[in-house]
DNA sequence: CGTGACATTGACTAGTATCAACCAAAGTGG
DNA sequence: CCACTTTGGTTGATACTAGTCAATGTCACG
């Protein structure tokens, strides 16, 4: 069915030896596989992807896109978590979003990366120069469309990002972020509220959450103090959150009325 | 100025094609024409996407495109402008972002319209039901490749956006707006400061300003009077401003330090 | 067991929202 | 043509949310 043996005669590019793998096998155990824009591509296909691909791993920290640089490379997460960011002069930051496996990085970028990327742990991605996407898109037109579709959803989020940032209360921010990490999580049927006691895990520190959702991190605390108070959600660690009454948690992120 | 520039280069050489000639004429004096997915198209091509457009005028308020109704169509603006916005229950409102001639809309939707979209003055738009949207891309996929281009510059706006109503001050959000908004009547070369009296002419209410910029109208008009008495700015009337000292907005737009 | 990083809590402040008065321009109708 | 109303904007007084500064708490780690 895969054309394997043709795609590993082919001469790999530099970047890591994964010695005695094929494309496809070495894919297989990519946790992007089967999501994002590897989702949308046949075995053989997801090996010239391979071929065009350089593979990295980077340490928790490192900071491997940054805002005002020239943009050489487009990414694909294999694991780990990656958060976004734009940053003032004066040291405010806002992040505008985090990429987990399968997250393809470079949509926002113009010949100047407009935004920076740091790992939030330690992360394997693929790395494309210019001239592989160039090709990959000349080759299998269906990236394109895929792309089309992984940049409207992102305009979907960033739409719903704005409402948060410019017109939600402390509150009301930490109840939407609670409620869309969950779905993020459970990938539960849309729409639907996350079942009760649904445990939480949040990779993310006090800071992040704060840089996220435009407060700082005593009002975050506070906010998630209050919720705990009023019995809506349960803090078992600093890194886990129980949702308790996700339907009024929803209440309070949607401003019903 | 788009992102992929150097993979996109939809520039042709303008040909007349005589079957299409009711057609091109018609788009000829249409002001999307020469802007956004009309431009990335040939004479012949534009014909095709006008015998699939359904063309409307419609009256300064009215809102086209209401969120969370089935999302039926997609709208190319000809001439007006129209905001876009997401509403809370309680009538919080956040303006998304502005449509001009040669917008294109719908790049957010999924099945139901993630958010509403007002007309702010007589517009007239090309409409696209879903069926023709998809054979339209079927006979030409370079619409894609240029939506994606689009979605991509909407992409680094909404990021710029998302930092403004995080993270900054009202001042500094008045700044960057005249600033950027300076820009877009302008179309300047990227990255240079309008020159200093520059007039600028807001099509804007202070509602709309404040929905855009997550202030009220009162911090608004605080603001722009905080300009006017440190002599950066002069508003001659309500929907004028003239810029006096670009660098020094600028510098509190990115807060310089 | 001490140290440092991160989180929580408290006291106080600042910036923006809210409420309200006032103003100017643009209708509207007698 | 001129009062009267309406609409949108500005300005002032006050309230309140979230930010700032500081002390305390918690946990992981050497």
Redesign the pocket.
């Known amino acids: 069915m895969t054309s394997l043996n043709k795609i590993t005669d082919f001469r790999r590019p530099v970047a890591i030896n994964l010695a005695n793998r094929t494309a496809a096998s070495a894919c297989d155990d990519c946790g992007a596989r089967r999501h994002g824009l590897c989702d949308a591509l046949s075995d053989d296909e997801v090996g010239f992807l391979f071929r065009a691909a350089q593979r990295q791993t980077l340490p928790a920290g490192t900071v491997f896109i940054e805002e005002g640089e020239p943009a050489a490379y487009f990414y694909n997460v294999n694991s780990g978590n990656v958060r976004l960011f734009k940053s003032l002069p004066d040291g405010r930051r806002q992040i505008t979003g985090f990429a987990g496996p399968g997250h393809f990085l470079g949509l926002a970028a113009t010949e100047k990366n407009v935004f920076s990327a740091e790992t939030m742990e330690p992360v394997r991605l693929c790395r494309f120069s210019r001239a592989a996407m160039l090709s990959m898109f000349a080759e299998y037109p269906i990236l394109e469309r895929k792309l089309l579709d992984v940049a409207m959803h992102e305009l979907v989020i960033s739409q719903q990002q704005m409402l948060l940032l410019g017109r939600k209360?402390?509150?009301e921010r930490i109840a939407s972020f609670l409620l869309s990490w969950a779905e993020r999580q459970d990938v539960c049927a849309s729409g639907a509220l996350p079942k009760p006691h649904s445990s939480l895990t949040l990779p993310l520190?006090?800071?992040d959450l704060a840089d996220y959702l435009?407060?700082?991190?005593?009002?975050?605390?506070?906010s998630?103090?209050n919720l705990k108070r009023e019995g809506l959600i349960e803090?078992p660690?600093?890194h886990e959150v129980v949702l308790l009454r996700p339907q009024a948690l929803s209440d309070i992120a949607e401003a019903a009325v």
Do not use: K, P, Q, Y
């Open positions: 209360t402390a509150i520190s006090r800071t435009g407060l700082t991190i005593e009002t975050v605390s506070r998630l103090s803090i660690n600093i």
